[in-house]
């Protein structure tokens, strides 16, 4: 079984604190400190990292299980929870230097990321000046370190060529985080934007997408686990849609709570009875079981070509990155579908849907949950077209 029960049971146990927390996190706009050191406590933060640094080296399934396990209780917790921890495993392929300069003195150091190139990236000796902000670092506030995307410069004398996409890792000192983080749902996750102002980074402190693409980058060497082999595009995009897939679990375990004990108002009989409620309910599951399905068979394949030594084809690739944003679209579908038969009362901000209603829909605003373009790519390649996605 690619999921480890053991580690699965770690989240599963922080559940009912984490529901307890969940008020307070979304009005504070942060995890809770409690939530974090409970995360560093049980190695949760680093279940991604090489065991060599100290971390726990999982399977991707086990993750994406403890995503949604984290989800059903506190939607934003997981949100932060997925992007985060999933940094050690980029840090991991970058080259040898930039791990020891964020693990040799901190190995439970957490990094944060916003990687749309919305900032100013110059050639300087030695590697690269960054200046500008970039929007929806998630968990910022918590972090040591920053990844920030941006495109390099081509070398003076160079070959034209495609764009030159690249990862930047930042330490504290090189940013500010502008509180502006105001949102509807997910607000817990403190998402605020990073500032940069002139800040050198040296060439080793950043990482070719196209070397991703490649499944051939500089960490590989010192990390050649099959785990660090797998696409990072695809385990990337999944870490922003699976906290979707728990919200749809948590949304049916509200709706259910609610509807089991529930007379309607208008003609005093009871929920469970209604056709509508019923299908609602087996539609919801149905699909709930036909997401995770489809989850944890992605990476179950994509590990046993990791473990085989081989890369998977650029047609399942470009199938599983449509596959991830799809499942925000049918789980924000599902639940939209709960609260319209929840009734007048599920309006309310207090209502136990809300939380998960409310999250959903911002989780599907991330540009990586719109299923159009990946739906686009993927119908490209099957008709004997190109991929123009080289985040797979």
């Given at each position: 079984m690619s999921i480890d029960q053991a580690w699965l049971a770690k989240a599963e146990a922080l559940g009912s604190d984490l529901a307890q927390r969940r008020a307070g996190c979304e009005a504070a706009g942060r995890i809770p400190q409690e939530t974090v050191d409970d995360f560093h406590d049980n190695g949760l933060w680093r279940m991604l990292q090489p065991k060599r640094f100290g971390g726990g080296e999982v399977h991707p399934n086990t993750f994406l299980a403890c995503q949604m396990a984290i989800a059903k209780h506190c939607p934003s917790t997981a949100w932060v929870f997925g992007v985060v921890t999933?940094?050690?495993?980029?840090?991991?392929?970058?080259?040898?230097?930039?791990?020891?300069?964020?693990?040799?003195?901190?190995?439970?150091?957490?990094?944060?990321?916003?990687?749309?190139?919305?900032?100013?990236?110059?050639?300087?000796?030695?590697?690269?000046?960054?200046?500008?902000?970039?929007?929806?670092?998630?968990?910022?506030?918590?972090?040591?370190?920053?990844?920030?995307?941006?495109?390099?410069?081509?070398?003076?004398?160079?070959?034209?060529?495609?764009?030159?996409?690249?990862?930047?890792?930042?330490?504290?000192?090189?940013?500010?985080?502008?509180?502006?983080?105001?949102?509807a749902g997910l607000r817990g996750t403190g998402s605020h934007d990073i500032v940069v102002d002139s800040a050198f980074v040296p060439e080793h402190r950043s990482h070719k997408m196209a070397d991703g693409f490649r499944l051939k980058s500089p960490g590989n060497a010192g990390n050649p686990a099959p785990l660090y082999t797998i696409p990072f595009g695809l385990l990337f995009t999944?870490?922003?849609?699976?906290?979707?897939?728990?919200?749809?679990?948590?949304?049916?375990?509200?709706?259910?709570?609610?509807?089991?004990?529930?007379?309607?108002?208008?003609?005093?009989?009871?929920?469970?009875?209604?056709?509508?409620?019923?299908?609602?309910?087996?539609?919801?599951?149905?699909?709930?079981?036909?997401?995770?399905?489809?989850?944890?068979?992605?990476?179950?394949e994509l590990m046993a070509c990791a473990e085989a030594g081989e890369k998977p084809s650029i047609e399942r690739r470009v199938q599983f990155r449509y596959e991830s944003a799809l499942a925000v679209q049918k789980s924000m579908q599902q639940i939209?579908?709960?609260?319209?038969?929840?009734?007048?009362?599920?309006?309310?901000?207090?209502?136990?849907?809300?939380?998960?209603?409310?999250?959903?829909?911002a989780a599907r605003a991330h540009y990586a949950n719109n299923p159009a373009k990946p739906a686009q790519n993927l119908g490209r390649v099957l008709l004997g077209l190109g991929t123009k996605d080289f985040f797979v």
């Open positions: 999933v940094h050690a495993w980029q840090l991991a392929i970058f080259d040898e230097a930039a791990q020891g300069d964020v693990w040799r003195d901190n190995p439970a150091a957490l990094i944060s990321s916003s990687y749309a190139p919305t900032g100013k990236v110059r050639r300087v000796e030695g590697g690269f000046e960054l200046s500008g902000r970039w929007n929806f670092s998630s968990g910022s506030e918590l972090c040591d370190w920053v990844f920030v995307g941006g495109f390099a410069p081509p070398q003076e004398g160079a070959p034209k060529g495609p764009p030159d996409m690249r990862t930047f890792l930042l330490p504290r000192s090189d940013y500010t985080i502008e509180q502006n983080w105001d949102v999944r870490s922003v849609s699976t906290t979707a897939i728990g919200l749809l679990e948590g949304a049916l375990d509200a709706y259910l709570s609610v509807a089991r004990a529930k007379v309607s108002a208008s003609d005093q009989t009871r929920v469970v009875e209604d056709p509508q409620s019923q299908q609602v309910c087996a539609e919801a599951k149905a699909e709930l079981d036909a997401i995770k399905l489809v989850c944890f068979r992605s990476f179950d939209d579908k709960l609260l319209s038969q929840s009734g007048g009362l599920a309006i309310f901000s207090d209502a136990p849907m809300q939380p998960f209603f409310q999250s959903v829909h």
